[in-house]
């Protein structure tokens, strides 16, 4: 029998800004979701929204709404087993990451009813899963800083975030300095398909993929830039549900996918991805949204799934964060993140950091 559902609004500055084609990134807020059961244990989810529409059209503030007047009221005391969510969150079009913050929650909580921990449930097999870094720099010599300091932590995946006007740049830099290195860009929806030259130059770089070149809605675009490319293309923005991937993977608009649990909408979500993708030989990594130690444990356990071939974003907490919420901290030990043998998502919550982030607090108790 479930009890309560607490919602926490929290925010942290990040330890230096992150750069995109998108804009800046300075602060960061995020809802964490705790639903409890009679018997005191607690399940954990984080809403990965960010504070304004930016990136997806949901805010946090859109994620507390339509947690606090829609997918909560929905809930009952009785509901035995995450599956059953689907059904449930369907009366909700859309909102696919207060969803998902929630169906964390309700899943890390039955994996501690069911004392095992998250990864198990979905047949995970990985006990510790490849990490990638992203370089978010608005100079390319700090670029550069950050790949060597990133080397010496053995990070198995670059990604740099680049623009049309500073791609060129960025990349042939580092290539200079790193012939071999595990090296892919993220456009951030910032190209467009007439920019042959920029194209046909990056072509020629061996990256491992080009992540979201054109606009985040466009499968057809995407589909024929791939034509036209010996590059990968990788699908992140675009690939918002199941149906979303179903079609971009119909369409050949992508060799690769990056999945986001939170933009997906959950674990239920994630998992029908992963599958379709495994049988259409569609290599998967786990992407990252700047996100707290509950959120990354989540990834991580996605992660540990046989079709994640790719390394995802799945940096240390200190990437980020002076201190994250929970203990201990996710880290990267020579580019690999060790998989927790705990029940549940594997870690503890940091009461400390989480009551200091915190600034507001509503508990609802379930009927
Ligand atoms: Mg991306």
Known sequence: MLKSITLRMISAPLKQPFYNALGTLTEREAI????????????????????????????????????????????????????????????????????SGLECAFWDLYSKQQKQPLYKLFGGSREEVEAGVVIASNDVKKALQQIEVYQAEGYKRYKVKVSPHNAIEYIS????????LPLMV?????????NQELFRRLDDFHLMMIEQPLEHDDLLLHSELQKQLKTPICL???????????????????????????????????????????????????????????????NLALATLDGFTIPGDIS???????????????????????????????CQINWTVLNKLTNYIETFPLK
Request: glycine content about 8%; proline content about 3%.
């Open 236 to 298: 992140d923005e675009s690939i918002t549900s199941f149906n979303m991937a179903k079609n971009a993977i119909a369409l050949q608009s992508a060799k690769i996918l990056c999945v986001k649990m939170g933009r997906v909408g959950g674990w239920s979500q994630a998992l029908a991805i992963h599958n379709y993708s495994m049988q259409h030989d569609i290599p998967l990594w786990c992407g990252g949204m700047i996100e707290f130690g509950i959120s990354r444990a989540h």
């Open 32 to 99: 964490i979701i705790e639903v409890k059961d009679q018997n005191g244990i607690s399940g954990w989810g984080e809403v990965v929204a960010f504070s304004s529409p930016w990136y997806t059209e949901e805010t946090i503030k859109t994620c507390y709404y339509v947690l606090k007047e829609y997918l909560i009221p929905a809930l009952h005391q009785e509901l035995k087993h995450p599956h059953n969510l689907q059904k449930i969150f369907a009366t909700v079009r859309g909102h696919y990451m207060a969803k």
């Open 316 to 346: 240390s907490s200190s990437r980020f964060w002076e201190e994250d919420i929970v203990e201990p901290e996710l880290t990267v030990v020579n580019g690999k993140v060790k998989v927790s043998a705990e029940i549940g998502i594997g």
């Open 186 to 194: 993220d456009a951030n929806s910032s190209f467009a398909l007439d």
């Open 173 to 180: 830099a580092i290539r200079k300095e790193y012939e071999d």
